[in-house]
Every structure is written in C-alpha cells, then in structure tokens.
C-alpha cells in the first residue's frame, strides 16, 4: 500500500512534556453497548485525561442516559467529566433544568452547542419558540448559573450553515463574549487547515484555547459519510490509502493509528499541547495514540480542573 503524503518522524515518545487529552463518549443504547463502554472508559482511563465528556442526542433525545452515564463515570473511574447540552427542540425552562441537574451531579464542565435537528426534522435549524436561539444564548444561560467552566463549538472548514469564515468566527467570539473558557473543534486531518484556521481566530482577538478535535479511523466509510453532513473534507491521499485495505482489516487498524499518531505528533511540532479524541466509543486507536505519543498513566488519584491557558 502506498499513501502519497510523507510521514516527516517517528513516532516520538514523549514523558514529562507529554500532550494533555480529553476523550468524548456517547450515551449506550442497550446492555451491550453499555458493558463495551464501561471497558472503554476503564481503558483510556489509565491515560488520566483532563476530561471526558459525553454527548446529548439531537434534540436532548439522550438526556437521561446522558446523566447517567455522566454519573457513572465520575463514581466509577473518578475522572473528571464534561456534559454535552444543546438548545435545539427545547424550551429555556427546560435547558435551564438541564443545567441544574448537572450541578447537582457534580458535574462542573458543560460542552455547549446549538444541536442538530432530530432525524426526520430536515436539516434547517429553527430555534424552540421559548428556547434559546443559539450556542452564544446557551453559553450565557451556563454562565448565568455560575460554576461551569464552558467548551463551545469551532469549525476549521466552517460550520457549514456559515455564511463565510468572517461570519463563523463572529459566532465563536459571540460564544466567548457569554462565558465559554474552551473551544474543541471539528475533527479535520489536514493540520494546515487548522493552523490558518488558528491564526485566522488569533487575529479576531479570541485568546482561548482552541483545542483540536481529531477522531482516529476505525471506519472510513463512517468517517467519510461523517465529514460531509458536517463539511469537513476528506484529503485524497487519505481516501487513496484507506480505499486499499476494505478487506483487510488488521493492516487497515495499523494504518490508522499511525496516521493519527503522526497527526497529533505533528500538531505538537506546531506547538499544539492538547487534544480531543472523537473515540466511537472504542479504546483502541485512541489507546495506541496515547500510548505511542507517551501519554502514561500520572500520579493523581483525581485530575483537577485544567485552566483555560
């Protein structure tokens, strides 16, 4: 197989300088699912994250597992811990409550996005007629509550309900002006898209940290459907190269977290020191990235909150 992009380094061992991680999960939909997970967050868990966070289905279709599984976590694997929350198809009564029991969870970290319409809803977003009409109005109604730190939404290629860049990133400065502390961005594999990406939020006065969203490629096909519902491009060298290994799963998994070894390391080169991993629920890549960039288990018992710097 031959993937026409160099790799510039080894895969580095890295120790005292070692990249800092977050991994996000989505809520189990049956016992299955549930047992898988648990594994997986065991798993990663030995890495000692900054964070983990776990999705909101569209619409709050998720909620109640959402907290749960949120719940769980904190008193099994004593992590810290990030709830997803979104404004789509819900009133601010009911948001506001959202926030509230995440509060009374213990859980001080909040992931705030505007949402996607449910299935079958279409695909133009329209704001609950007594909810809050986008991520910023979230934002505000988290900060009003007090105690959460807040990670928002950024887009490398764009949201792609933006207008132009211009517009995109008046929205992410919208969302800082209302409290968020954080922005976790789409996953992308092109670094260059989001080093101009970086300089372009840089020059718009946004200080906080933007941290890269990457999702290591357990199933191209699903990566592939993934990127264009959210715009998110597709390098050739990357479709070349995966197109090679449908049948052969073993060489497929090596492939692909090398590349996403390799993408991280090369981050770090730019001067890029904290990641979030898209994990599918599954610990495997995200383990060997881990593993083979040198993020070992630290002393801690309990990780702390990790201040917006």
Aim: proline share 6%; hydrophobic share 40%; aromatic share 8%.
């Amino acid at each position: 197989m031959s993937i026409d992009r160099p790799i510039h380094t080894a895969l580095a061992v890295r120790h005292d300088d070692a990249p800092r991680v977050s991994f996000e999960f989505f809520p189990p939909a049956s016992e299955t699912m549930d047992a898988s997970l648990r594994q997986t967050v065991a798993r990663l868990a030995s890495r000692q994250p900054e964070f983990v966070s776990v999705t909101y289905g569209a619409g709050g279709s998720t909620r109640e597992r959402t907290l749960s599984t949120l719940r769980r976590i904190l008193a099994e694997n004593r992590l810290d811990v990030a709830g997803h929350l979104t404004c789509i198809g819900a009133s601010r009564e009911e948001v506001d409550q959202v926030i509230a029991e995440y509060a009374a969870a213990g859980i001080r970290r909040i992931v705030a996005l505007r949402g996607d319409p449910p299935e079958g809803a279409g695909t133009h977003y329209r704001p609950h007629p007594q909810g809050y009409a986008n991520a910023a109005e979230l934002c505000a109604a988290v900060s009003a509550h007090g105690g959460f730190e807040i990670a928002v939404a950024a887009y490398p290629e764009k949201h792609p309900e933006s207008a132009d860049f211009d517009a995109d990133i008046d929205m992410l400065k919208r969302k800082v002006d209302h409290g968020a502390t954080m922005a976790i961005t789409q996953f992308f594999f092109d670094n260059d898209v989001f080093e101009t990406y970086l300089e372009r939020v840089r020059r718009a006065g946004i200080d906080i940290p933007i941290v890269p969203g990457l999702l290591p490629i357990h199933d191209f096909a699903r990566v592939s459907a993934f990127a264009r519902r959210c715009g998110a491009s597709i390098p050739g060298w990357l479709e070349r190269g995966f197109g090679e290994l449908d049948d052969d799963p073993q060489t497929r998994s090596m492939v692909a977290a090398a590349l996403a070894a390799e993408q991280v390391d090369d981050l770090v080169e730019r001067g890029i020191g904290q990641f979030h991993f898209y994990t599918m629920n599954r610990a495997d890549l995200t383990f060997a990235v881990c593993h083979l960039l040198g993020l070992r288990p630290r002393m801690s018992a309990m990780p702390q909150l990790a201040e917006a710097s």
